[in-house]
């Protein structure tokens, strides 16, 4: 059973870079799939973030595309964020996920988020 | 962007109703549709994808439908454990974009 987890800091100064870990059990994460993050201010809506395959290929959200970095790191199998120059409307609980991407493409095609993280929540603030 | 407008926003319901939500894109995005539910306080949970299909293990009382834009996630009989806030999600063009969530809440 595939199993993920989100590890990093919970409270994040404006300005800073927001860095987290998240780390699969039950599969390799070299064997396939796009692994993802997911985000959900307090309160609100979901908004996926990008995605990478484990051989580098990579999707970023238009809008965050110039802060954000996502790395995978086979040999510890994990995968990380790290976004930059962080504001309070960065303050969320943020997921990872396994994504589902058909044809290794994940838009124009069939793709969704199974499973997820337990998510862990980023405070951004002085 | 492709908006992603659910509704009803909320809903209340008994144990046993049949409840459907409404989903509607601003623009076609054929089957290239998934539903999530999240239970307070919990990850998201992929329900059904590209818009009808059963993801395992859950149960039968939930089904999707539609295509084009318009899109239903249909509870059949809702149970306890079915109160949860419920999403649907485009992977038609980037960015995947999510609907802000409708609320089934006990009446």
């Known amino acids: 059973q595939v199993q993920l987890q989100e590890s990093g800091p919970g409270l994040v100064k404006p300005s800073e870079t927001l860095s987290l870990t998240c780390a699969v059990s039950?599969?390799?994460?070299?064997?396939?799939?796009?692994w993802g993050w997911i985000r959900q201010p307090p309160g609100k809506g979901l908004e996926w973030i990008g995605s990478m395959f484990h051989s580098g290929s990579t999707y970023y959200n238009p809008s965050l595309k110039s802060r954000v970095i996502i790395s995978v790191d086979t040999s510890k199998n994990q995968f990380s964020l790290k976004l930059s120059s962080v504001t309070a409307a960065d303050t969320a609980v943020y997921y990872c996920?396994?994504?589902?991407?058909?044809?290794?493409?994940?838009?124009?095609?069939?793709?969704?988020?199974?499973?997820w993280g337990q998510g862990t929540l980023v405070t951004v603030s002085s | 962007d492709i908006q992603m407008t659910q509704s009803p926003s909320s809903l209340s319901a008994s144990v046993g109703d049949r409840v459907t939500i409404t989903c509607r894109a601003s623009q076609s995005i054929s089957s290239y549709l998934n539903w999530y539910q999240q239970r307070p306080g919990k990850a998201p949970k992929l329900l059904i994808y590209?818009?009808?299909s059963l993801q395992s293990g859950v149960p039968s009382r939930f089904s999707g439908g539609g295509s084009g834009t318009d899109f239903t996630l249909t509870i059949s009989s809702l149970q306890p454990e079915d109160f949860a806030t419920y999403y649907c999600q485009q992977s038609y063009s980037t960015p995947g974009t999510f609907g802000q969530g409708t609320k089934v809440e006990i009446k």
């Open positions: 039950g599969y390799s994460i070299s064997s396939g799939y796009y």
């Open positions: 590209t818009a009808f």
């Open positions: 996920a396994r994504h589902y991407c058909s044809g290794g493409s994940c838009y124009g095609s069939l793709s969704w988020f199974d499973p």
